[in-house]
């Protein structure tokens, strides 16, 4: 597997050609455009720490695989826009999501399509994050179908944390601060 390595620019077009992997860790990078040719495929593995105004464009060809992974904390400002374009035939696409807004105002939107007389495509959208200090997060998922023939779901939750499992901690003799830190480092990890 090919490991690319970024550099810190603002805007940033990749062709990728074969099987290639991306670590991302509070990143600068404001917009990034993929083209994944045929039988290629992508993973990004992103965390973030840092306020973010972030683009992603994707498009897909035949029989190739785009996974982004990301786990972020924000506590001001955290934009995300994901546009995903199914081209060719026999893709595979999943956006996993989870984050934590402590105070912040957090909007992701996801926007999936699906090409028409492409087959046997898939399209995975999985957003979670946890509220904390009266933040507001919204996520905006679009998935655009124009095929017969493709698999497509979409799950989104935004709540904040579960107060039977701080109870449940707090039970076992764990402070709630310490209660909060091991629940939400378990739900990022």
Do not use: W
Not at 91 to 114: A, M, P, Q, R, T
């Amino acid at each position: 597997m090919n490991k690319i390595l970024l550099d810190n620019e603002s805007i940033i077009n990749l062709n990728i050609i074969e099987e290639s992997i991306i670590e991302l860790e509070n990143s600068n990078i404001n917009e990034l455009n993929i083209t994944l040719n045929n039988n290629a495929s992508l993973i990004i593995n992103e965390y973030s720490l840092i306020k973010r105004d972030f683009k992603i464009n994707v498009y897909q060809y035949n029989n190739s695989s785009f996974i982004y992974d990301l786990k972020f904390k924000t506590n001001n400002i955290f934009k995300l826009k994901i546009n995903i374009n199914l081209v060719g035939n026999e893709s595979y696409n999943k956006i996993n999501i989870h984050g934590l807004n402590d105070g912040g105002l957090c909007d992701i939107f996801i926007n999936g399509k699906v090409y028409e007389n492409t087959l046997e495509n898939e399209l995975y959208e999985n957003v979670k994050i946890i509220n904390k200090n009266d933040a507001k997060s919204n996520v905006y998922p679009n998935v655009l179908v124009d095929s017969k023939n493709v698999t497509a779901l979409h799950a989104t939750s935004i709540a904040p944390i579960n107060e039977d499992f701080i109870f449940y901690l707090e039970s076992k003799g764990i402070e709630r601060n310490k209660a909060e830190e091991l629940l939400i480092n378990g739900f990022l990890n």
